[in-house]
Nanobody
Framework: QVQFVESGGGLVQPGGSLRLSCAAS????????MDWYRQAPGKQRELVAT???????NYADSVKGRFTITRDNAKNTVNLQMNSLKPEDTAVYYC???????WGQGTQVTVSS
């Protein structure tokens, strides 16, 4: 099963930007859909953004217009560009293949002044 390593998180002020990266242990070329999730303290993990093999994207309403998901099949990476960050975006962010059951460590994003 493919494994993922997330990176790029950190502390940022409201209105700031971060770019998260997800590196796969093997080729993601044939993975139909790649997803970014997040989990805030005391809350369930939620789906934030998805991108299909063909490049079709979907976003949670809470991030639409602020986040952009991309994938680079040649580099086996999936990225999440996050702009206009809000305190409610604070969470641990994870990536996974659709239906994936093994999770990485995630990367912490904290939005605070």
């Amino acid at each position: 099963q493919v494994q993922f390593v997330e990176s790029g998180g950190g502390l940022v002020q409201p209105g700031g930007s971060l770019r998260l990266s997800c590196a796969a242990s093997r080729s993601i070329f044939n993975i139909y859909r790649m997803d970014w999730y997040r989990q805030a303290p005391g809350k369930q993990r939620e789906l934030v953004a998805t991108i299909t093999k063909g490049g079709t994207t979907n976003y949670a309403d809470s991030v639409k217009g602020r986040f952009t998901i991309t994938r680079d099949n040649a580099k086996n990476t999936v990225n999440l560009q996050m702009n206009s960050l809000k305190p409610e975006d604070t969470a641990v962010y994870y990536c996974n293949a659709i239906g994936g059951t093994s999770w990485g460590q995630g990367t912490q994003v904290t939005v605070s002044s």
